[in-house]
């Protein structure tokens, strides 16, 4: 068999269809805690990934497809349970039971080949860290909620996690890894935080790959000692933003390195828009005064633009940095903001409703919802990357929102087989039957109730 028609065929098991099978299959291996169920445990998680699937605005507007037969042949349920029935059986659900549901997309991924595009530098995939809130309320709140006290004396509960997510500065698209909720644990009185959110993900990250190698890629906040140490207890490499104003201790070393001449740097001029850019780099720095054994690499970035403004961004890395990587390690830095833009912003802004509450519950609902997003965000970015099929359905529409609604449309007024017959039918059109001629396939009463 030649090389691209076995790609060609590896690259099937991508495509959404493959996926949602696969991730049923997963669901199905849970076990049921609940006697005699009126719903199967199987089929509620599975309700819940096609409500995120589908984009649908509310979990009320989602059960009203509760008799669509599209919802056995595309996602192989048999019924799915009422919104109040679907909230009381999720909120009993532990958030951590829908990893492996993660893990074996990103095999599938992996055996695809299409991981292999994203390695970024030696021989390492870059992985942007950062937390988001997604849930917040005065009123509605749960067990696992944290709070936010205000000046005036009133209280938010609110959501956290800590998403996870392989990028690389070429690609829009990203490829989400299992994200780690931050969230008041049972009985506990303080809040989480993302660096406890953090140590968590990372000894978890390390039992589901234990061999993958990774270039973690963080903003500012993330560029402290203990942290650190957790990057290197688990052998992760990383890229950290790094201020000025934090770490005065660091870039006193700079600045004394810079007096002594021991400062490398390399230069370059864009002839195209005029731009300077330059970088400066030192190896073997403390990260601060308290914490002398923790040595990183330090990085400064400068861009002077054609108007005589000044850009400049640092890192800190554990890569020993020479004027041959120096260049592809700030394009990892600045590539973290696609966990914000391509991820969190698109989650937000593009169909999925990501703020939106669609039931908190008294438990870990809302955790739930949240990871039930992120696994239908990860297979839609997997169609993004690689089905000819969905891309020219986006083509087609110009957006990810009209995109879903004209899923949405086909989904409720056709009876399919799969996503594929959609995405095929808005990629390359359809022939419209006559209502008419839909009317008189009904029978001689459906005649009868219009004359």
Known sequence: MSQTSTQRRQRRHLHFDALIQRVRQRFETFPEPRRCPSFPLADTLMAGLALFSLKDSSLLAFCGRALDHNLHSVFGLQAIPSDTQMREILDDVTPTRLRPAFQDVFRQVQRGKILE??????????????GVEYFCSQKVHCD????RTHQNGTTSYYHQMLGAVILHPDFSEVIPLAPEPIQREDGQVKNDCERNAARRWLKQFRKDHPH???IVTEDALGSNAPHIRDLQKYHVHFILGVKEGDHKHLFEQFEQRV???LVESIHEEDAG????RSWMFVNGVSINESNQEVVVNLLVYVE????????KWSWVTDLTLTAKNVQQVARGGRARWKIENETFNTLKNQGYHFEHNYGHGYKHLAEVFALLMMLAFLIDQVQQRCNPLFKKAWEKKGSRCALWEAVRHLFASFEVTSMAEIYRGIAFGFKRPTLKSLIEQGGAGSRGDTS
């Open 259 to 261: 007096e002594d001449d």
């Open 117 to 130: 595009d994203y390695v970024f530098l030696e021989g390492c995939y870059l992985v942007g860290l950062d």
């Open 273 to 276: 828009t005029g731009a300077r």
């Open 144 to 147: 696992h909620c944290m709070t």
């Open 212 to 214: 993958l190698p990774i």
């Open 304 to 311: 002077v633009d054609a108007d005589g403004k000044i850009h």
